[in-house]
């Protein structure tokens, strides 16, 4: 018999606990579109806070913000710059293409996994050419890298690109889906990681447990015009503050994400002296490289490990409701045939 399977495929598969249940059950409600919901606002308003930005709107998704932002901040036909691997440029069914009508020019990791320099961006970002030349005017950046295998920015590096990016003429959107890792894994407040930045998009559903929702952040005339947006993607919600409440119990959690990058170090250790291929995660994730993914895979299934392919190799995510299962995964997958 397959035992109760351990699910490291994301730190999106967590499920609510009593606590947040409670919250989500009690929370007082408003029709947002109307004339806002009480929670939902007073959420919007802490992440704002711990943003150091004037304002922040919620959205069902961080694809959604993603493409708030990329629509906001571009206009048909300019070119925006990425690092290789970014979510928007893979993940999001090529929606900054298709909907905001950007161009994507993709960035090689020069300075680490994940990462660019801000000489990258100077030479990428080029110069005004002729009427009919693709113009250049934004910069996304994300922190943590999720295909990079959660790869950190450092504070230093991240204010030598955005300040690049200022000086090239060019605005900088920050896909901080995974920002409080990068803020547990540094020591530092979230808004050290957004200075800089013209918009944010940041995740409630990915580590800190929250069933669902993102927010969309930056200056106050961005976030209003951001509001309209979710209108015209069909984000407008009425009483949201159920969901936003959730938010608020999961913000009181960042602190235990530490916990989760422990239990990736112990994974990595535990599958590298099992002879695995794996990186040094820097966070929550563990990427490892394998000749065979799909049949890799179907080995972990067979032994009640869930894991996901990402980019030709598997990724384990360590999470609330699996890093305590850590050992017990190491055991099953060493009794995995060769």
Known sequence: MTPQPIDLRSDTVTKPDAEMRAAMADAEVGDDVLDRDPTMQRLEEQIADLLGVDAALWVPSGCMGNLIALSLQLRRGDAFLAPDGAH????????????????????????????VSAEAVTRAAGSPGPYYALRTTLLCLENTHNFAGGAVVPVDEHKAVTTAAAAAGLRVHLDGARIWHAAVALGVPESVLTAGADSVQVCLSKGLGAPVGSLVAGPADFVAEARRMRKMLGGGVRQGGVLAAAGLVALRRRERLAEDHEAATALADGLRELGWDVNRPQTNIVLATVPDPGETLRSLVGVGVLAAPIAGRIRFVTHRDASADVGEALHRIAAMPR
Not at 90 to 107: D, F, H, Y
Request: glycine share 18%; net charge negative.
């Open 88 to 115: 928007v440029l893979i993940a999001e069914l090529g929606t900054p293409a298709w909907l905001a009508g950007g161009m994507p020019v993709v960035l090689p990791h020069d300075a680490g996994p994940g990462r």
